[in-house]
């Protein structure tokens, strides 16, 4: 299999295993995709898992039209040292790495090969993924088109520059977890108030999903954005004078909830900084 349209993901961890996915699942044809794994066992799995060829990462990348980057940070430099010398000329390559720069990407791959840098999420498993893409060496608007083509039916995507994309990870690349977090921590307090888990879980689940649609100013035939009124006000209308929820916020200020979110987000953009410096 070898062609301009064939897609290789070089690296099927959990976010490359989730590209996949969710790209089989909007209707990628399995012949266009190629997964990239050096350890026989976790390339048996991929292959029966999805369907689709498995080959060492240099004839993986020989054979296809796009690769994308998605190993681990600090296993970027040793890949692109093993697929460097096979990348054919007009290959696009895209990195999902954090904190990984286009220019590191580039510098280990021929001249003029076009680099786009995507930082995205998990939930490319279900199709609802945020994706940020910036142009890097070699890249042009054809380029960006092209990975926003393939990024589209998985979920949203923006264009950015790179130096806010370690301030992007912190929120929408680590945020899918911010948010696991505080569904845990809220079935937890169904319990502890005597609901069975699994009632708790559909409240809680149910209401981040409603809430996040309203949020996003979704009208009922998903028509999408337009429409969203501020989070600030969305808050105001739920929380009556004397009543349940300004007594539950007042709490969450006690503990500097806002603060520590401010906090945990800021923390999350120096490592990715620093995952880049290293």
């Known amino acids: 299999m070898q062609g301009s ?12 295993g989730a590209l996949m996915s969710g790209l089989l699942g909007a209707g990628r044809a399995p012949s266009e995709v190629l997964a990239a794994e050096r350890d026989p066992g976790r390339a048996a799995q991929v292959a029966a898992e999805y369907g689709v060829e498995v080959l060492d990462p240099p004839a993986a990348v020989a054979a296809a039209g796009t ?12 890949v692109l040292d093993q697929i460097g010398a096979h990348i054919k000329p007009g290959t696009l390559v895209v990195s999902v790495a954090a904190g990984v720069s286009s220019s590191f990407v580039a510098q280990r791959l021929p001249a003029g090969t076009p680099v786009v840098r995507v930082m995205t999420n998990t939930p490319l498993l279900v199709s609802a993924a945020m994706s940020a893409l910036c142009a890097g060496p070699g890249a042009g608007d054809e380029h960006l088109a092209t990975v926003e083509e393939m990024l589209r039916p998985v979920g949203r995507v923006v264009r950015v520059s790179e130096s806010q994309l370690d301030a992007v990870t912190a929120l929408s690349g680590s945020g899918p977890a911010y948010f696991f977090y505080l ?7 169904g319990v502890l108030l005597g ?13 981040a ?36 929820t300004i007594a539950a916020l007042r709490e969450f200020d006690r503990a500097a909830v806002r603060a520590a979110v401010l906090d945990a987000v800021e923390a999350a953009c120096a490592r990715s900084r620093e995952l880049g410096a290293s």
């Open 5 to 16: 349209s064939v897609l290789a993901i070089v690296g099927v961890g959990r976010l490359g």
């Open 67 to 78: 690769v994308v980057l998605a190993v681990k940070p600090q296993d970027m430099g040793s």
């Open 183 to 189: 569904i845990e921590a809220m079935i937890e307090g």
């Open 195 to 207: 609901l069975p888990r699994a009632l708790a879980a559909e409240l809680v689940v149910q209401t």
């Open 209 to 244: 999903a409603g809430s996040a649609l309203m949020a996003r100013g979704a009208a009922g035939d998903g028509s999408g954005a337009s429409g969203a009124e501020h989070p600030s006000l969305l808050r105001e209308a739920v929380t009556s004078p004397g009543g349940t």
